[in-house]
């Protein structure tokens, strides 16, 4: 399937994209937004992190005609900050992120991401990790599954779901996508199941950012991307769920207001070192959500450097 970058315009707009600069893809992904800023780039450079090496094969071939303005970087991009300084890189205009899984990720029914596609339980993202589903779901205490259930899949029925989990590993090891589905249809009450949308979509979420380690690399990486920015610069995140999006919501608060105590009676004059570009959350329009329904939960959210 195609890679559609999700928010492309948004990303282009809002990065206020100066032809000589320096920025950050910090999931490069397909590639697609990192195509749109390389073409506004005239003696500016691109720096792409994706830990992802089929990924980073598909996208060198689209972006082969840029070679001259795109550094690739085979890594998460928590190791972004130290990559960079390698580099001598201490500076950027501007950064953005797509938390989204890569369209490759679910295209590839053998990585395991996908409840519709049978497929041994994988799920990494960087397929040099040592972390799968499978040892996920085979060998946790079923205590640590409801947890991760209930905090990363925001999955009500987290209890039922672990317990059958368990239950069924005593017969015959979790191996493939299906028995994972199987399982949860077991757990479910019948009213959950009659309902619209995939029984197993908040299980395999939750499974998928245990393996990939999502949620707690995230606020160190946003505080590192915002250090690196120079005065104007901006950081830009598309989230695709609400554990993302309240983490980048309370990055940004924190660095873009001062909490003076309220019986100061004159206020300092100290000022927040980050402003909100946008103060509202950013999403795709109508028809952007007809022509690529993955874009459908996405979040855009801009914070600029004073």
């Given at each position: 399937?195609?890679?559609?970058?999700?928010?492309?315009?948004?990303?282009?707009?809002?990065?206020?994209?100066?032809?000589?600069?320096?920025?950050?893809?910090?999931t490069l992904g397909g590639g697609g937004h990192a195509e749109a800023v390389l073409?506004?780039?005239?003696?500016?450079?691109?720096?792409?992190?994706?830990?992802?090496?089929?990924?980073?094969e598909k996208a060198k071939e689209r972006l082969s005609c840029f070679e001259d303005?795109?550094?690739?970087?085979?890594?998460?991009?928590?190791?972004?900050?130290?990559?960079?300084?390698?580099?001598?890189?201490?500076?950027?205009?501007?950064?953005?992120?797509?938390?989204?899984?890569?369209?490759?990720?679910?295209?590839?029914?053998?990585?395991?991401?996908?409840?519709?596609?049978?497929?041994?339980?994988?799920?990494?993202?960087?397929?040099?990790?040592?972390?799968?589903?499978?040892?996920?779901?085979?060998?946790?205490?079923?205590?640590?599954?409801?947890?991760?259930?209930?905090?990363?899949?925001?999955?009500?029925?987290?209890?039922r779901i672990a317990a059958e989990i368990v239950k069924s590993r005593q017969n015959?090891?979790?191996?493939?996508?299906?028995?994972?589905?199987?399982?949860?249809?077991?757990?479910?009450?019948?009213?959950?199941?009659?309902?619209?949308?995939?029984?197993?979509?908040?299980?395999?979420?939750?499974?998928?950012?245990?393996?990939?380690?999502?949620?707690?690399?995230?606020?160190?990486?946003?505080?590192?991307?915002?250090?690196?920015?120079?005065?104007?610069?901006?950081?830009?995140?598309?989230?695709?769920?609400?554990?993302?999006?309240?983490?980048?919501?309370?990055?940004?608060?924190?660095?873009?207001?001062?909490?003076?105590?309220?019986?100061?009676?004159?206020?300092?004059?100290?000022?927040?070192?980050?402003?909100?570009?946008?103060?509202?959350?950013?999403?795709?329009?109508?028809?952007?959500?007809?022509?690529?329904?993955?874009?459908?939960?996405?979040?855009?959210?801009?914070?600029?450097?004073?």
């Amino acid at each position: 399937m195609e890679h559609i970058p999700v928010l492309l315009n948004e990303i282009i707009e809002y990065l206020q994209i100066d032809k000589d600069g320096t920025y950050v893809d910090a999931t490069l992904g397909g590639g697609g937004h990192a195509e749109a800023v390389l073409k506004n780039l005239d003696n500016g450079r691109l720096i792409a992190f994706d830990q992802d090496s089929y990924a980073i094969e598909k996208a060198k071939e689209r972006l082969s005609c840029f070679e001259d303005k795109l550094i690739v970087i085979n890594r998460n991009f928590k190791h972004m900050k130290m990559e960079l300084a390698k580099r001598e890189i201490t500076n950027i205009d501007g950064i953005y992120f797509d938390l989204g899984v890569s369209s490759f990720h679910f295209d590839d029914k053998n990585r395991g991401f996908s409840y519709r596609e049978e497929a041994p339980l994988d799920m990494r993202m960087d397929q040099s990790a040592s972390l799968t589903a499978r040892q996920v779901l085979n060998t946790y205490e079923e205590s640590e599954l409801r947890r991760i259930l209930f905090e990363y899949g925001e999955e009500r029925h987290a209890r039922r779901i672990a317990a059958e989990i368990v239950k069924s590993r005593q017969n015959e090891p979790i191996v493939t996508t299906f028995d994972l589905v199987d399982i949860v249809k077991k757990a479910l009450p019948a009213k959950v199941l009659s309902k619209k949308g995939h029984p197993a979509k908040r299980t395999f979420q939750a499974i998928r950012i245990e393996v990939n380690d999502e949620l707690d690399i995230l606020k160190q990486t946003f505080e590192d991307a915002l250090n690196l920015l120079k005065p104007g610069g901006r950081l830009l995140v598309i989230s695709f769920h609400s554990l993302e999006d309240k983490i980048v919501k309370d990055v940004f608060k924190a660095k873009s207001t001062i909490d003076f105590p309220k019986d100061i009676p004159i206020m300092p004059e100290e000022e927040a070192p980050f402003i909100l570009a946008s103060r509202k959350v950013v999403k795709p329009t109508a028809e952007e959500v007809a022509m690529n329904h993955r874009s459908h939960s996405a979040k855009l959210r801009v914070i600029e450097k004073k």
